[in-house]
């Protein structure tokens, strides 16, 4: 870490099937390392959502970059799939996907999309506070607001 408190990591993967899980450890490692384990399974399961999308739709290299600031986790899939709009679909739709994005907007304080004439990245900010939890928790089922009245069952395969 850096005297400033700011830290990053990068982790540059092929689009496999498996590129989702080692993004899954490297953020549960990255946030094991940086003493934010209350924040893991929240940034797990987003990195998840994004790293799919990305292997599904972009079908290019893409990087997983992970930035620590005093107050915050940044966390960003970058591919080379300048030409694909995001959807965030709704929760209640039949279709097998398109409720990626929704858990993404649900679980991380802010999200968005830089695009870059290669290609874009796709960002999520997580707030992180180290004397309380986060907004999101496992053991309520909730998210969101974390106070019990928006309850999401999630679901990750793999």
């Not at 292997?55 to 915050?72: D, N």
């Not at 679980?107 to 004397?131: F, I, M, T």
């Amino acid at each position: 870490m850096s005297a400033d408190g700011h830290s990053e990591r990068r982790l540059v993967l092929r689009p496999q099937t498996s590129a989702p899980q080692q993004a899954r450890d490297f953020v549960a490692e990255t946030l094991s390392a940086w003493r934010l384990e209350p924040w893991q399974e929240p940034a797990v399961l987003i990195t998840s959502e994004l790293v799919t999308n990305a292997v599904h739709h972009a079908g290019t290299e893409l990087a997983v970059r992970i930035l620590r600031a005093s107050s915050e986790v940044r966390i960003e899939v970058s591919d080379g799939a300048a030409d694909r709009e995001l959807r965030v679909g709704a929760p209640g739709a039949r279709a097998a996907g398109g409720v990626g994005l929704v858990i993404v907007e649900r679980l991380a304080d802010a999200w968005g999309v830089d695009k870059r004439r290669n290609g874009k990245s796709v960002w999520v900010r997580l707030a992180v506070d180290r004397g309380r939890r986060p907004a999101w928790s496992p053991a309520a089922g909730t998210a969101g607001t974390g106070s019990g009245t928006d309850r999401m069952l999630l679901h990750v395969n793999g």
